[in-house]
């Protein structure tokens, strides 16, 4: 006949991420910390960590901090075994001021986190056509930047450059100024300020003509990937390609994690927060959430109320009712979060109405 120490202890792990090694601790199912360690960043090390948790007793779920970031990996790992997965936030101030920082602290916070349910949001998979989205736009904001310092670095120099040049490009456009200054030609002699101005004018347009090819190819290959992945968020009034990858990438490749519409509102920072105490009933605006996609929202929202009746005619409504503008656009925007929302996989379908 078994015994209750004859039966598997149940634990729940906790990790704090880092990017060359991940701190593991492992707390029973009363909270109590069994053991720390540490782990390398690679899939020998994820594979060492849950061998190691294993030992103390039977899995329940592991939270890790991180999930989006350092953590990445091992949170593909441990999902791909069958691992519940949850995704924890740092201790808060009022924690840490107790109990102190430090990584065996942290990891022991987030497995108590996960075990006391506090946090329950699963992480990302990053596995699919949406982390692909992901990492060519993190190419194309880069690229942009860059261009965009190029066109200021352009303007300086015409700015301070001698007479000549200077009344030759001054108040023109920098898509008027690159084809004139890719074909300048210094001379050998670069210590003649005219010749260093010609010459750096040239170095700088054919970079921004580079960093524009590069933006303008990322742009097709985005535009294919994002209209492959998702057809039908493509295809609603006023969604680009630009704010239809920030949509998926909110959502992530497993947008399933997202139970309702509300969630997915509440993600983007479209669901106004209850902020009522005592006799008084109200809401609050939420600034929380994911901002890109809360700015995708808003972009959409102002499309339509630029160019569809539809749209037109409840802001009319709504400002006969005494809405500012502000108010009717967050209005908009958690309309148009539940109109996303089904649309975020390339198997889901809008709900039909009856």
Known sequence: MSTMADL??????????????????????????????SFPTTTAGYRALLDWMHQHGEVQQIGIEGTGSYGAGLARFLTGTGVAVVEVNRPDRATRRRSGKS?????????????????????????GPVEAIRQLRICRRSAIKARTQAANQIHAVVLTAPDELRARFRDRPIAKIVPDATRLRPGPDLTDPVAAAKHALATLARRWNHLNDEINALDRDLHTLVHATAPGLCALLGVGTDTAGALLIAAGDNPDRLHSEASFAALCGVSPIEASSGKITRHRLNRGGNRDANNALWRIALVRMSCDPTTRAYVERRTTQGRSKREIIRCLKRYIAREVYPHLTPSAHPPTTP
């Open 8 to 37: 598997p202890r149940s634990i729940t792990g906790g990790v704090d991420t880092h990017a060359d090694v991940h701190v593991a601790a492992v707390v029973d199912d009363l909270g109590r910390s069994l053991a720390t360690g």
């Open 103 to 127: 990584d065996p602290v942290d990891a022991q916070a987030a497995a108590r986190t996960a075990l006391a349910g506090e946090q329950s949001a699963s992480p990302k998979s990053h596995n």
